[in-house]
């Protein structure tokens, strides 16, 4: 049965009119790693190790710096990776920190579907706790395009089978997240936004943004990594934890009520999320530009047949 996740009631260059040729992506495989590059410079890695909690993306390299917008270890909390799906309060287990015997996403071994005009990588993950039957399996689907040299697109949908009946309790420790290196952060000097008009974590934070961004100077390059939620989530749009040290997240778990929300085994949830690594940096106009023609499927990353 398909379920929402959960209904809550709260009161420039990357846009270029003219066509270009598309980059070239291709893929390697390494040990525990995907290695996306984009015409021949690494882009990204799908990383999906054994001697962690959940898999993620790191690093996320700027078109035009050369560097990664995001921390691969989060400063002041360790367990925080680039870009990852992970969550606590999960029928006692927590799959976003402390030990893996506490929780893990088991990585069955990711499969790259396409290279070419972009990659597509697909990712099946159990859900284990030790002690406790596995709550969760997921299949996750990761697109990647660069059809501009100074724009880099992730789209992640994820599928969240439930195997068993499942609570899931308020946290602040849930769903798909971002963090930013420091020098783009707000208390590195950087910029944090949201699609309603919001700045910095005292005017982002709780916000029903579509969107949030973080854009900053990265070795004299003006960068920015924007974060997405597509209007397919049920009770969309979600409000965004934001702290100004560099996170984001998209997540309603934060302002459940105590008891949580319940699902039975067999229930589906999809998440979809796109991840937008631009240069130059903030440009509200033409983000939300993208937003809008993603939303109507103008720009199609993914094929949902």
Not at 38 to 63: A, C, E, H, M, Q
Not at 117 to 142: E, F, L, Y
Request: charged share 20%; net charge negative.
């Amino acid at each position: 049965m398909k379920r929402c996740l959960v209904t809550l009631s709260l009161a420039g260059c990357f846009l270029l009119a003219v066509p270009i040729e598309a980059c070239n992506l291709t893929t390697t495989l390494e040990d525990e790693r995907i290695d996306v590059f984009v015409d021949g410079v690494l882009f990204t890695s799908y990383r999906f190790p054994s001697n962690w909690k959940f898999p993620y993306l790191w690093p996320i390299i700027g078109p035009a710096s050369g560097e990664s917008l995001t921390i691969e270890e989060g400063i002041g909390h360790p367990h925080h990776r680039s870009l990852y799906l992970a969550c606590d309060q999960v029928n006692g287990c927590n799959f976003w920190q402390e030990g893996i015997d506490r929780g893990r996403q088991v990585s069955l071994g990711p499969q790259v579907l396409e290279q070419g005009a972009r990659v597509v990588i697909q990712d099946r993950c159990d859900w284990v706790c030790s002690g406790r039957p596995s709550p969760i399996r997921d299949t996750r689907t990761i697109i990647i395009s660069a059809p501009e040299k100074c724009a880099r697109w992730i789209e992640c949908i994820f599928d969240i089978e439930f195997k068993v009946d499942t609570t899931i309790l308020p946290s602040n420790h849930a769903l798909f997240s971002a963090e930013v290196i420091p020098e783009i952060s707000v208390r590195g000097g950087g910029m944090l936004t949201d699609s309603l008009g919001g700045e910095r974590e005292a005017e982002t934070f709780g916000s029903r943004a579509e969107w949030c961004d973080y854009s900053g100077n990265i070795n004299g390059h003006d960068e920015g990594l924007t974060l997405y939620q597509h209007p397919s989530l049920c009770g969309y749009p979600w409000p965004f934890f934001t702290r100004d040290y560099g996170f984001m997240s998209p997540t309603p778990m934060y302002w459940l009520p105590p008891q949580g929300v319940q699902y039975r085994q067999g229930d589906h949830v999809t998440l979809r999320f796109l991840v937008l690594v631009h240069s130059p940096g903030a440009d509200k106009p033409a983000i939300e530009a993208f937003y809008q023609k993603w939303k109507k499927s103008e720009i199609k990353l993914f094929s949902d047949q």
